[in-house]
């Protein structure tokens, strides 16, 4: 998503710039400037915007459509979020209630004829393995395995204070290989090699 693409879908579903900032939990002015710019939005942030657009849009649609609001539905509290079970419990009652409420199942039927909204963003820890780079991953990693294939290999040769250091040099040759290999890759790709 670009900053045009934001600027155009927060138009058409209606919502601020400090709405999308409370939700995303950032400061306005970032959000100022995701729609002034003119490169893709990260993908973590182009996803959850995309979704909550999407449902703002689905969300403005339900509202001018004209069809009356469930009251049993208005009524129920909030959804218990941090508790699983009685989560499960809250949407099995939701969904025995709209099977049988005519305004329900009027709701639902108009629902059926929009656009389906974008999938859910993934979690916080699918979010997080996601923003790792992949040659820090194999950096960090595999001088992990070769600081202990070097105390296997070669520390039994060696003086007991000297057992670290040949664990820790065979992890810096690991580093150093990793690191020359993606200085090559960024020099190679960078000149169309």
């Not at 079970?85 to 059926?112: M, V």
Request: glycine share 8%; charged share 20%.
């Amino acid at each position: 998503m670009t900053g045009l693409e934001l600027a155009q879908r927060m138009s058409a579903s209606k919502a601020s710039v400090d709405e999308l900032a409370a939700w995303l939990n950032r400061r306005p002015d970032e959000v100022i400037n995701w729609m002034t710019s003119e490169r893709s939005l990260p993908t973590k942030v182009g996803g959850q915007l995309e979704w909550h657009l999407g449902m703002r849009l689905v969300e403005e649609r339900m509202r001018t459509s004209g069809l009356p609001t469930c009251p049993w539905l208005e009524a129920q509290p909030d959804p218990p979020w941090n508790n699983p079970k009685a989560l499960e419990r809250y949407s099995a009652e939701i969904d025995a209630h709209a099977a049988t409420c005519p305004i329900c199942k009027q709701r639902t039927a108009f629902a059926a004829t929009l656009p389906q909204p974008p999938p859910f963003p993934m979690g916080s820890y699918e979010g997080v393995l996601s923003n790792v780079n992949p040659w820090f991953a194999w950096m960090v990693c595999g001088g992990l395995v070769w600081f202990f294939v070097g105390l296997l290999a070669r520390g039994h040769n060696v003086l007991a204070e000297d057992y670290l250091q040949v664990g820790l040099l065979s992890g810096l040759a690991w580093v150093g290989l990793v690191t020359v290999t993606w200085v090559a890759a960024k020099v190679f790709l960078r000149r169309g090699a």
